[in-house]
């Protein structure tokens, strides 16, 4: 009997993509057989009071073409964690460790569900931004 396969999830915003978000889904994609990244879609950052610089087919479309990624799929809503949970039959839940404990209720709903937070790293796209604003004005 073939042994089923170990499915990660990770979620978050991926924009401007960087060398510790490559970490954290290199990190994730070593945990088990495949990857999953739930890319929060420019309307759901929206109602988060997120603006990201990369519209989502753009940050779609670079996470896609890295090795590590298996599938990328929309999320829309908070509830979509619980609803790609379920249908993919994930075992292991994880996000930047500045989520930690945001989503340790999801084991209520799925009890066998490990719930990992990655350490940022050095660099965040916030951070990049902020630099490249101030590159700008320094230049204007």
Known sequence: MKEKEKIVLVAGTFDIL????????????????????????DDFNATK?????QEYDTRKYILEALRYVDLVVPE???????????MFDVDIFAMGDDWRGEFDFLKEEFPSLKIMYFPRGKTSSSKIKKDLGKIYEEKN
Not at 18 to 41: C, F, K, P, Q, W
Not at 49 to 53: I, M, N
Request: without cysteine; hydrophobic residues 40%.
């Open 18 to 41: 960087h060398e510790s978000h490559i970490n954290m889904l290199r990190n994730a994609r070593n945990l088990g057989d495949r990857l999953i990244v739930m890319l929060s879609t």
């Open 49 to 53: 009071g997120k603006k990201a610089y």
């Open 76 to 86: 829309q809503s908070w509830d979509d964690k619980a609803l790609y949970i379920d």
